[in-house]
């Protein structure tokens, strides 16, 4: 299957990073809202390294962007469902379009294309049992090319993180 963009596999052209590069990484993790003073204070570098070494992580693509992370549940999407997708055809073209048909779904918050007896798994986040109901006949099987759909609900979240371990 394709991937979900043309960019060069950031796994391919790994970035030499040393301890502190690993530091400041981490401490990004935890809080994005740090300031540079607030870094070096805690990797005893002055400011302008760790201003420099930001920059360079960001140029080079180890750090993707910076966000905010919702509970979904305050901003009414408490219903959180694994999509498990296949595609009745299976070319690059079909793929492809499959992808873009997703990235105009804004209740589909992650996919990823995987190996095994589906093509897809999506993270989808509604508000209620309706709306996904609504979302998966009116939404993701209008879809071209779509072929099996398995959804498994989820009833509750054990272990949530974006951070790395390095």
Same mark, same amino acid.
């Given at each position: 299957? %394709?991937?979900?963009?043309?960019?060069?596999? =950031?796994?391919? *052209? %790994?970035?030499? +990073?040393?301890?502190?590069?690993?530091? #400041?990484?981490?401490?990004?993790?935890?809080?994005?809202?740090? *300031?540079?003073?607030?870094?070096?204070?805690?990797?005893?570098?002055? *400011? *302008? %390294?760790?201003?420099?070494?930001?920059?360079?992580?960001?140029? =080079?693509?180890?750090?993707?962007?910076?966000?905010?992370?919702?509970?979904?549940?305050?901003?009414? $999407?408490? +219903?959180?469902?694994? /999509?498990?997708?296949?595609?009745?055809?299976? =070319? $690059?073209?079909?793929? #492809?379009? !499959? #992808?873009?048909?997703?990235?105009?779904? %804004?209740?589909?918050?992650? /996919?990823?294309?995987? =190996?095994?007896? !589906?093509? !897809?798994?999506? $993270?989808?986040?509604?508000?209620?049992?309706?709306?996904?109901?609504?979302?998966?006949?009116?939404? +993701?099987?209008?879809?071209?090319?779509?072929?099996?759909?398995?959804?498994? !609900?989820?009833?509750?979240?054990?272990?949530?993180?974006?951070?790395?371990?390095?």
């Amino acid at each position: 299957m %394709p991937k979900a963009s043309n960019k060069v596999d =950031s796994a391919a *052209t %790994p970035v030499a +990073l040393d301890r502190k590069d690993f530091e #400041i990484l981490g401490l990004l993790q935890q809080n994005a809202r740090m *300031t540079v003073k607030e870094i070096a204070e805690k990797v005893h570098l002055t *400011t *302008t %390294p760790v201003h420099e070494r930001i920059r360079r992580l960001e140029a =080079s693509g180890v750090i993707k962007q910076y966000a905010t992370l919702l509970d979904h549940t305050k901003v009414r $999407k408490s +219903l959180m469902v694994i /999509c498990y997708v296949s595609l009745r055809q299976h =070319s $690059k073209q079909s793929g #492809i379009k !499959f #992808i873009r048909a997703i990235h105009e779904l %804004p209740e589909i918050i992650e /996919c990823y294309n995987i =190996s095994g007896e !589906f093509d !897809f798994m999506l $993270k989808v986040v509604a508000e209620n049992m309706d709306a996904y109901y609504d979302f998966h006949v009116n939404k +993701l099987s209008q879809i071209e090319n779509m072929g099996q759909v398995q959804s498994v !609900f989820v009833m509750g979240v054990v272990k949530q993180t974006h951070q790395l371990v390095y």
